[in-house]
């Protein structure tokens, strides 16, 4: 028990000086990158990008299995394309930015696949709830940069986003697509 408890605490503090790390000194260089929400509204593909996120990747191509990755995302900066929108998405009933301003995701580990290939496991944390995730991520050298790209799809209804009267008008599932520059 004892083991068990010191090995959580363990694990936490790394976890807990990473994350400080990642929103201290992201290496994400957010200008260039992008993460985009896409779902359908009345059966018609909407994206929607989020303005503001910052991060951190260590990825070695020789060992990825010892990669570790943080985001960040100001769900505020959520951009519907209109001041109205984004004032709607804002509220209690959707993303709730002023309960629940950041969404973040933590890799716990990540499974090497083909060369420049992974699945990267973690933690998305969104509207005060959590849920375990594997994300298939792409990694290639371009320049002096690394880029990772990937898809992962989320529920609406888990992260209680929406309220009741759109459940017939948007689409549960949504796709969250990005392209992190480092």
């Known amino acids: 028990m004892k083991r068990n408890m010191k090995l959580f605490t363990g694990t936490l503090a790394v976890t807990i000086a990473f994350i400080a790390a990642a929103a201290g000194d992201p290496s994400i260089d957010a200008a260039k990158s992008t993460i985009v929400a896409t779902f359908k509204q009345e059966n018609v593909p909407v994206d929607a990008p989020f ?101 992962l799809e989320i529920s609406r209804a888990y992260f209680a986003i929406g309220d009741a009267e759109w459940k017939d008008v948007v689409d549960d599932k949504v796709k969250i697509k990005f392209r992190l520059i480092e």
């Not at 001041?83 to 973040?104: H, I, M, Q, R």
């Not at 959590?130 to 994300?135: E, W």
């Open 51 to 151: 303005k503001h996120f910052n991060g951190r990747v260590d990825y070695d191509p020789a060992q990825p299995n010892a990669s570790k990755a943080a985001i960040e995302v100001e769900t505020g900066s959520f951009d519907m394309g209109s001041a109205d929108y984004n004032s709607e998405v804002a509220k209690k009933a959707w993303l709730d930015s002023g309960t629940y301003p950041k969404a973040t995701f933590i890799s716990t580990s990540v499974k090497p696949g083909s060369a420049g290939h992974f699945d990267a496991t973690g933690t998305l944390t969104l509207k005060g709830k959590s849920q375990t995730l594997t994300v298939p991520v792409t990694a290639t050298k371009s320049a002096a940069n690394t880029v990772f790209e990937g898809t």
